[in-house]
């Protein structure tokens, strides 16, 4: 089984920033694609950036131009650079990554646990 351990969040000001860290174990194989998400409370959760294998990104208009989306494959971590936060940006974050496992190359779909981004005004 492929778990995600997410880690990064916290509370900064206005104009200030961080960095999510999404680290995947277990079997494997290959990363398709991987999105963050964010959900504020009474929101719907929503696709902030993604990349998939050949490198490509996309960004949600409201991010575009202040976070970036990279990944490590070597380590198979995901990374989540945040700049210039505006309150706006308020909520859960979440990694999801999809590939398959090694050896049986079984489909996955995983999630982080999510990390709690706070931009105070």
């Known amino acids: 089984q492929v778990q995600l351990v997410e880690s990064g969040g916290g509370l900064v000001q206005a104009g200030g920033s961080l960095r999510l860290s999404c680290a995947a174990s277990?079997?494997?194989?290959?990363?398709?694609?991987v999105g963050w998400y964010r959900q504020a409370p009474g929101k719907q959760r929503e696709l902030v950036a993604a990349?998939?294998?050949?490198?490509?990104?996309n960004y949600v208009d409201s991010v575009k131009g202040r976070f970036t989306i990279s990944r490590d494959s070597a380590k198979n971590t995901v990374y989540l650079q945040m700049d210039a936060l505006k309150p706006e940006d308020t909520a859960v974050y979440y990694c999801?990554?999809?590939?398959?496992?090694?050896?049986?190359?079984?489909?996955?779909?995983?999630w982080g646990q999510g990390t709690q981004v706070t931009v105070s005004s």
């Open positions: 999801n990554i999809q590939g398959h496992t090694k050896f049986l190359r079984r489909p996955f779909d995983s």
């Open positions: 990349i998939v294998s050949g490198g490509d990104t």
């Open positions: 277990g079997s494997i194989g290959s990363i398709n694609v």
